[in-house]
Nanobody, 113 residues
Framework: QVQLVESGGGLVQPGGSLRLSCAASGLIFSSYAMGWYRQAPGKQRELVAKITSSSNTNYANSVKGRFTISRNNAKKTVYLQMNSLKPEDTAVYYC???????WGRGTQVTVSS
């Protein structure tokens, strides 16, 4: 059974940084693409960033140049480094694994002064 546990969310001021982590179990982690999604109140869940098993990455236009996704296969963990945070980045951030049917419970990120 796949389990994904996110951590690292919190309250940060605009312009600040956070690093999210997602620890995975129940799968051969190195074989799968991983992704971060987010859902703001009243909005649909949207893709933030993905990383393939060979560490190719892609990002939503809204976060390009500010966010970086990475993975550590030995630790079975995927990360999302978020810099230059904006109020519009406020959302619950979820980790998922290809084919995007398993999800963590999410971690809240709030960007506010």
């Amino acid at each position: 059974q796949v389990q994904l546990v996110e951590s690292g969310g919190g309250l940060v001021q605009p312009g600040g940084s956070l690093r999210l982590s997602c620890a995975a179990s129940g799968l051969i982690f190195s074989s799968y693409a991983m992704g971060w999604y987010r859902q703001a109140p009243g909005k649909q869940r949207e893709l933030v960033a993905k990383i393939t098993s060979s560490s190719n990455t892609n990002y939503a236009n809204s976060v390009k140049g500010r966010f970086t996704i990475s993975r550590n296969n030995a630790k079975k963990t995927v990360y999302l480094q978020m810099n230059s945070l904006k109020p519009e980045d406020t959302a619950v951030y979820y980790c998922s694994v290809s084919p995007w049917v398993d999800w963590g419970r999410g971690t809240q990120v709030t960007v506010s002064s």
